[in-house]
């Protein structure tokens, strides 16, 4: 463990919050304490340091990846590339992000880092090369590089099973929800979820996959409960496409008025996005169906 990594980062995210070593030892350490961590001379206590990561607002094993990982702001760089990259359905520019890494020590040589090559190239070789086997089995491979049997999933092994759910909705939906019942048995288990997006994302693709079931009712409360878990954490991510959704479900059930409420306020949401892809559709949807009301 790198203890001059970590105390660096702790002195310059302090400073970012503007907080002055008294005041980060407040309720925590003493001064003295703080000071000497940041130098490198010592290393604190796992709570002790569970505490200044929460005052400094991150998450404790940020600290610990700096402990262990050399250049982990380089890592992070192509982690955020690769996302950008993913979320704009822009594979082939990912793959190759990951095949100029894929000889890096620094990804070769710790599996945590891997595993997030091998991650974004399982994606690629459903997306853009068709090929489900390899990308099946390459997702696999990503997840038992970090995972143990009879251990809970980390949030990440949880991103690559909700990518191969995804896969397997393009190909079984049977297989698809069974992906994804595992996920939901394994975030259950999770004492604190990092990035609430994945329950987000968990829930939205359920209610896809039930609605293509004919399993209406199931779909829209997997909805409502992924709405108010929106609300609750202040976000609109995937909002839109969960009133959408609910809206298709009661257009579904024959119920074209409840269906055409819960669309506007898609468009509402989508408006806030300047989704305008979104919003035509459903206006053209709403039409359609105000015309059987």
């Not at 806030?272 to 059987?292: G, M, P, T, V």
């Amino acid at each position: 463990m790198d203890f001059t990594a970590v105390g660096k980062k702790i002195k310059e995210l302090r400073k970012t919050s503007g907080l002055s070593q008294e005041e980060l030892a407040h309720g925590i350490c003493t001064q003295a304490q703080i000071s000497k961590i940041e130098k490198g001379d010592v290393f604190p206590y796992a709570s002790t340091l569970y505490q200044i990561s929460q005052k400094l607002g991150v998450d404790v094993n940020y600290f610990f990846d700096i402990g262990t990982t050399p250049r982990l702001d380089y890592v992070q760089e192509v982690f955020q590339q690769l996302q950008i990259l993913r979320r704009s359905v822009k594979y082939e520019e990912m793959m190759d992000i990951v095949k100029a890494e894929l000889d890096n020590p620094l990804f070769l040589q710790n599996n945590k880092n891997l595993q997030l090559l091998l991650w974004h190239k399982g994606i690629y070789l459903y997306e853009v090369e068709r090929n489900l086997s390899k990308s099946v089995e390459t997702l696999k491979e990503a997840i038992n590089l970090t995972h143990y049997k009879g251990k809970i999933m980390l949030e990440r092994e949880l991103e690559i099973l909700l990518a191969l759910g995804t896969i397997y909705f393009k190909e079984d939906i049977n297989k698809a929800l069974e992906v994804f019942e595992e996920i939901k048995g394994h975030l259950q288990l999770l004492p604190h979820l990092n990035d609430y997006t994945i329950k987000t994302r968990l829930y939205y693709n359920i209610a896809r996959v039930l609605t293509r079931l004919n399993r209406i009712e199931e779909s829209n409360k997997y909805c409502e409960d992924a709405i108010k878990w929106c609300l609750h954490k202040d976000s609109v991510f995937l909002l839109g496409e969960l009133h959408y959704q609910t809206g298709y479900n009661l257009e579904l059930l024959n119920k074209p008025e409840d269906a055409v409420r819960y669309m506007e306020k898609a468009i509402v949401v989508f408006d806030l996005q300047q989704d305008l892809k979104h919003i035509q559709f459903i206006q053209n949807r709403i039409k359609e169906l105000s015309a059987l009301i």
